[in-house]
């Protein structure tokens, strides 16, 4: 998919489709101020910058509508280009109406996250930061915001800006000895080379590290709860939401078919899955189904609760919960031992909480838990996330490329060659998180993620 | 419900809710400014009238998004108070924190339709227009839009405005004379005085009379395809739409259940039902539950097509479906001799149109028909048109008081404290009309069929 014109003026609804009292449509371009002055009366023929005015929208000499419209001059506007925004009424009819007169006026409607790719193109915002715009409007909660927000301002590219000047540094210093056939530079300190090259390794592998919990701040933080049947897995995800969302009963297998729930702990998403019980000898095809899910579920979770029943002893099922709930795979298992309201027939295991649903003993722990490791990544300096497989995979192939370093330059005889090649090769990988690099692949499919009008 | 606290400084969304790549938070009141400037950095101790600045949206210290705010010095903004749009991204995230930061820097979320309430309270617009900014907002067509607009920028109010004049003057007249103890002022000339106030009730009739083209232009006009089974019902439809709404086939009683379908004329809305053929002899429980709904949509029909199969003789059914759409008290009924393309055995009734559904003989015809009611509103002079019931009853009012004056003023002695009261109330109900007099209970009613955020 080849990237639109650029020259081109574009006009798109910027607010959500739907009526409302007030809309806007966006136009930008070189002939913005023309095509807005061709629908706009009185004509005002050379704007000031970011000046609101109240205009007639027309349609020959039929009024459209009245709108307030606000002139940016480029390049101090969101795409750097000219922009003009016309705040109508939210009405779909009139909107249309401005669309088709604007195209008339010779716009061009815009495809999706047009607006966007001409920031970037046009130098006013990093692929990366470009990006969470995006994310910022996707943004369902209060972690999902920061991280986005962030990431808009540039925390994550201002990070990956510096490592490239660190590996920019490392690579003058090579290439200056690669240059010098007479032999006039100073030899490589090879040590305090090594050094610096795995301080950026470091640097990289600590920001690619938040990808997981970012993710789960991105989209929401996957949490299976498990267990054998009847443990009080429903009661306990009635209790952490704080309403009944599953149907609870003394009877072993109420829960037949997983049940999602939505809860923000702390401003982070969680989004809970409810499971049929582990039984380890199910009694029918119906229960096996169930199991099956259940099982499912536990491969696609970011992390597990794994609850017991405190108030019997032991059995098979809760063995199998156990294995199955370890071999899931989930960044990490939460032990609870349920029930602790009723007599305790066994203790709670190493690092395992007792919780109850019925008084909500232990709960405030559980919650806590569940969001530690999303916590720690805010906690952690510079609020920076990288929340963006692809942010993930650029940063994971720069640390890969310098764990080649120290290979290449050990031993009586340094390979300097290899090693630029490498530092080149991690320096790429970087400038196209940042979109230095980005060929129009790359972008065509960042920018047709976004809505149009965006 | 009594009017909200006018004092108050009121925030809501403007745009609608969802994502989108921009929405607007409006706050209006005396407190605009300050709450703006509460949640909105670097402040702006005295904004310019119409400006549009790029502030950082805070939550403390923490940044939560940046946006453009327009502010507008009251008395010359929509609500005729200070008021500030923000114009932030279109995270619902977003909005709600800035909704919520407003509510702390001491706003208060709007009602419904307040916004457009003030605006009517502060003399922006009088209830008419304000009627009308409603109707602007939901206009689903060309002409529900341009009666709308017009509507919002007084074109009903200032036909009513000219009729109320007129009354004025005469009720000053009849006022001398009843004052006038000493016989200073010449006796009323009966004759003029008596044809100018049926002028002004003709023209408040003009105005009303345009109520029921109105209410179709605005809503849509409702039309209903009848006829006898098998008289091409559906295919006209069909042939109408341009598209195959309606299954269609060669037997009788393929069209079960009515159908709805849209369709816009010229830039009317039409809203076509097709129905069951009205069988004069039906031959099952399902064929009378079928006839019966086309006999309710009959009922609530503008207009009615009335359908017969021109290439087969008349026949007991075609004499039922006419008695039923001459029943159905219909605006008007509109006869189309269906199958023209067939050798005809009947020749078209008076005004009866010879169409057919295969061919498209006579459908621009047809279809200049159905909008020609609505069509002659619009070519009468003003293009103000009544589309509200609730203008509508107050120009029959005034219209009904007007024509019981001529036998008051008749005969010998003429009364003219009775025309006066006459006079009095005509000018009441064009007063309640435009809210000069409106008791809350009306304006609570108008302005509660708003959204949030009008």
Known sequence: MPIPDTDDTIVAQATPPGAGALAIVRLSGPRAFAAAAALLGPAAAAPRHRQARLLAVRDGDRLVDRAVAVFHRGPASYTGEDTVEICCHGSPFVVRTILNLAVRAGARPAGPGEFTLRAFLNGKLDLAQAEAVGALIEAGSAAAHRAAITQVEGGVSSEVRAIKADLVELLAELEARLDDSYGEVPALELKGFSGRAAAARARALRLASGFEAGRGIKEGLRVVITGAPNSGKSSLLNALL??????????????????????????????????????????????????????????????????????????????????????????????????????????????????SARTGEGLGRLRALLVADQRKVFRDGSQAVVTSARHFAALSEAAGQLAALPAVLRGPRPRAELAAEHLRAALSALASLLGETAPEEVLAEVFSSFCVGK
Chains 1, 2 share one sequence.
């Not at 309403?243 to 049940?259: H, I, K, M, N, Q």
């Not at 969680?270 to 049929?276: H, K, P, R, S």
């Open 242 to 355: 704080g309403y009944d969302r599953a149907l609870v009963s003394g009877e072993a297998g109420t829960t037949r078919d997983t049940l999602e729930a939505e809860l923000e702990i702390d401003g982070f998403k969680v989004l809970f899955t409810d499971t049929a019980g582990l039984n380890a000898r199910p009694s029918s095809a119906l229960e096996r189904e169930g199991i099956r899910r259940a099982a499912a579920a536990l491969r696609r979770a970011d992390a597990v609760i794994l609850v017991r029943d405190g108030s019997i002893k032991g059995s098979p099922s809760d063995r199998r919960a156990l294995a199955e709930a370890g071999a899931a795979g989930a960044a990490r298992v939460i032990r609870a031992l349920n029930k602790a309201d009723l007599p305790a027939r066994r203790r709670p295991g190493p690092g395992e909480l007792k919780v």
